[in-house]
DNA sequence: GTTGGTGCAAAGGATTTGCAAGGTG
DNA sequence: CACCTTGCAAATCCTTTGCACCAAC
């Protein structure tokens, strides 16, 4: 499950595709990252540690890798951010006045998948949109 | 709750603001939506029947109809999209194969939001961001 | 050596901002 | 006639694309 880069090389390779340093270098800051990220914010450090890797190729390789399978994007308040599909799990909730981000656990999720399952036939994925509102201390 | 011209010339002139032909239309654009729109869309939509009418002006407008409440917005894949304020209580959900877009019903959204209210005390807002999945024919 | 990848520069598209002119109350 | 609003143009931001050069296997 969780995946190593001898595994995301070979995944690549199968593919004829290649592993450059650019390439480690982004898998690398998504995976310190714990969590999500966004694209600029993987320029920015990518840049700090290899200067020189061009914000295009970033972009191109976080479509690459998505397409791949090794990361998949969702969407919080300020935009699109990454992960690694591994920890695709969590369900981000956000608060909108304090800015907290909590997460529902995965039986959570569940359940409330089921609910609309049940309702719609819909297999939501909730990991890909955020859920904003209050948290409870700013609910009450 | 109904929003009409009549309450919301008496909210912005409450606040010293004004009613001009442009935000007319825009706030006409949005209505007649019945449901979301860009706001890209608003701008060419209003351009449409009133030339001259600036895309910076659209925004402007859009931002102090937020805060004065009559507008909302909320993301769906393809970006940001407004609503009134009436409507908010539209859960999307979008198909990410076909891209059909259902709604929950109000009911249902507030099983989803008691359910996670239990857990975390956290208030969601199940509006403000789009649930993607795969609808009853997509996931068969 | 092939073929895929990268950097660079330019193009796009969406949204924001400064400012002077214009319109509303 | 104040003061809010608009249009215009320019400036940002983020992301994409074309292309020649470079590098991985």
Redesign the pocket.
Known sequence: MEASYADL?DE??SR????????RAIVSEVMRAKGHI???AIARKVQGD?P??????V???L??LESVGVLQHSHVET??EYHRTDEAHHVHLTCRNCGQDDELSLEEARKLQGLIRRHHGFVADLTHFAITGLCSDCAA
């Open positions: 090389m690549l390779r004829g595709l290649r592993m450059t340093p650019q390439r966004s694209p600029t290899m020189g890797v061009n914000a295009s190729t972009y191109r390789t479509t690459l935009g699109a």
